[in-house]
Nanobody
Framework: QVQLVESGGGSVQAGGSLRLSCAASVLPYGINRITWFRQAPGKEREGVAGIYRLTGITRYADSVKGRFTISQDDAKNTVYLQMNALKPEDTAMYYC??????????????????WGRGTQVTVSS
């Protein structure tokens, strides 16, 4: 079973930056995608950024394109989410998820069966 642990959340002012980390206990060959999701109170969980492990190809939600960057360090079994130019609407609990995912479903929470517990990001105006 894959265990995922997120870290790096915190409180920042609008325009600031944070880097989130997602450390995996193990990443079997069958796990081909790791994705960051977020969920704000009263809202559905949404896919923010995903990475295809074998090629490094990335996907982003339109709301974060140009501001967030997902990357991976295979040696450390860790995926990062660099978040720049943060906005108050980025405030949410951020989760990482891992699974064997077809490209068209990368942002669907129901496609993943390995989740971390999340890290809170709060952006003040």
């Amino acid at each position: 079973q894959v265990q995922l642990v997120e870290s790096g959340g915190g409180s920042v002012q609008a325009g600031g930056s944070l880097r989130l980390s997602c450390a995996a206990s193990v990443l079997p060959y069958g796990i081909n995608r790791i994705t960051w999701f977020r969920q704000a109170p009263g809202k559905e969980r949404e896919g923010v950024a995903g990475i295809y492990r074998l090629t490094g190809i990335t996907r982003y939600a339109d709301s974060v394109k140009g501001r967030f960057t997902i990357s991976q360090d295979d040696a450390k079994n860790t995926v990062y989410l660099q978040m720049n130019a943060l906005k108050p609407e980025d405030t949410a609990m951020y989760y990482c998820a891992a699974g064997s995912i077809a490209g068209g479903t990368w942002s669907l929470p129901s496609a993943y069966n390995n989740w971390g517990r999340g890290t809170q990001v709060t952006v003040s105006s």
